[in-house]
């Protein structure tokens, strides 16, 4: 009789030993999950961040401003275009010399 009485405190101490550790390791996982997410959350703002600054980077006036000031590029006027007339420039000849 002692010896199963025995056995079976040995059995709940098991048990019970058992059980501490899987709500340890339950509470672990969860604070890495829930880590995660607020990782997850941070990371969807900062995206949603840059696709603003993208767009607001990317407006015709700023790009225009952009091309005038750094490029040096004009807008087009009919006083400075240049039309080229393809029956009057000589064709390209291919010679090859050996």
Request: overall charge positive.
């Given at each position: ?29 969860y ?6 997410q ?61």
């Amino acid at each position: 009789m002692i010896r199963l009485n025995l056995v079976l405190l040995l059995a709940v101490l098991a048990s019970a030993f058992y059980l501490v550790h899987t709500q340890y390791e339950s509470r672990r996982v969860y604070a890495a999950l829930d880590k995660a997410q607020a990782q997850g959350r941070r990371l969807d703002a900062e995206h949603e961040q840059l696709v603003v600054q993208r767009r607001a980077q990317a407006t015709p006036a700023r790009v225009q401003q952009l091309a005038a000031k750094q490029l040096q590029m004009r807008s087009v006027t009919p006083g400075i275009t240049q039309y080229v007339n393809p029956a009057a420039s000589p064709a390209p000849t291919t010679e090859t010399t050996r």
